[in-house]
């Protein structure tokens, strides 16, 4: 919970760079408050004609620029420019990409986005020594 804790406090944020766990622990957080608000809402009888709830949908606004800025900074951890978010743009193949590219292991040492994350030293270390 604190890496999300930690995300929020950082909501527009979107310089410097965000470990591998920084951005999967919000991306759990996320979805569990999601799928907890989306039960509420069905109990209490306030889902719109489209299925999402009112609690929901105020959640998902909450939650917009923080998980941009997320985006951005894990982006940033690869050495990425935040501009290859339009990838998402594309249906399947650049949601794949973005994926694959939130998966990866963040570039060793400092990049041109900024130092190593302070959390995350020992996961930026080669693999090979």
């Known amino acids: 919970m604190d890496w999300y804790i930690k995300v929020l406090k950082n909501y527009v944020g979107f310089r ?3 470990c591998r766990k920084e951005y999967w622990m919000f991306i759990l957080v996320n979805i569990i408050l999601t799928v907890v608000l989306s039960l509420v809402d069905k109990m209490l009888g306030w889902q719109r004609a489209g299925g999402e709830g009112v609690l929901t949908t105020l959640y998902g606004i909450f939650l917009f620029l923080p998980w941009w800025a997320v985006h ?3 982006l940033h951890d690869t050495d990425r420019s935040a501009w290859w978010l339009l990838l998402l743009l594309i249906p399947v193949v650049g949601w794949l990409v973005i994926l694959i590219f939130n998966c990866q292991r963040g570039t060793a040492g400092a990049n041109r986005f900024g130092p190593v994350p302070e959390q ?3 996961s930026h270390a080669p693999l090979i020594s």
């Open 72 to 74: 951005f900074r894990r």
């Open 120 to 122: 995350d030293q020992d």
């Open 16 to 18: 410097g760079r965000a």
